[in-house]
């Protein structure tokens, strides 16, 4: 039931990218001291949902529709990185930790939406 409401489909993808980009910025960490490496991060939540989300196209909502719009695309991955280091490395670590704080705040804030919505829910229902 909750997965063909728009608003838990948003929430989702929501956490689903800050999962993606969290996955990224362990990659760069893990790659700091690799020679040529260069940094990645994903491009933001709200660009790939403006790329994607069409406003107020149709929707499918069976996957044998037709035209229909299913919900949002995997965040593209991008490279980022300059060349900080003379072995041609482009992670900066202190960069990466300030993407990880950004990503746990994103991954926070779906979470927070998605309960708010629960909440919403529960409370129509006579539960809350």
Same mark, same amino acid.
């Given at each position: 039931?909750? %997965? ?5 489909? /948003?929430? &989702? =993808?929501?956490?689903?990218?800050? +999962?993606?980009? *969290?996955?990224? @910025? ?9 020679? !040529? ?5 994903? @491009? ?5 949902? =403006? %790329? *994607?989300? $069409? !406003?107020?196209?149709?929707? #499918? ?5 037709? &035209? $229909?719009?299913?919900?949002? #695309? =995997? ?5 980022? !990185?300059? *060349? ?6 482009? @992670? ?7 993407? =990880?704080?950004?990503?746990?705040? *994103? ?9 708010? +919505? /629960?909440? @919403? /829910?529960? %409370?129509? /229902?006579?539960?809350?």
């Amino acid at each position: 039931m909750l %997965a063909k409401i728009e608003y838990f489909q /948003l929430a &989702h =993808a929501m956490a689903t990218h800050a +999962g993606t980009r *969290q996955a990224v @910025v362990a990659q760069n960490v893990a790659n700091a001291d690799t020679p !040529g490496y260069k940094a990645r991060d994903t @491009v933001s939540f709200a660009d790939t949902l =403006a %790329a *994607q989300a $069409g !406003g107020f196209d149709p929707r #499918a909502t069976r996957p044998r529709h037709l &035209h $229909g719009v299913t919900g949002p #695309a =995997a965040p593209e991955i991008v490279e980022t !990185g300059q *060349q900080n280091d003379p072995n041609g490395n482009g @992670v900066t670590i202190e960069e990466e930790t300030l993407r =990880a704080v950004e990503v746990k705040r *994103q991954h926070d804030r779906a979470l927070a939406i998605y309960r708010s +919505g /629960l909440n @919403v /829910l529960r %409370a129509s /229902l006579g539960k809350g």
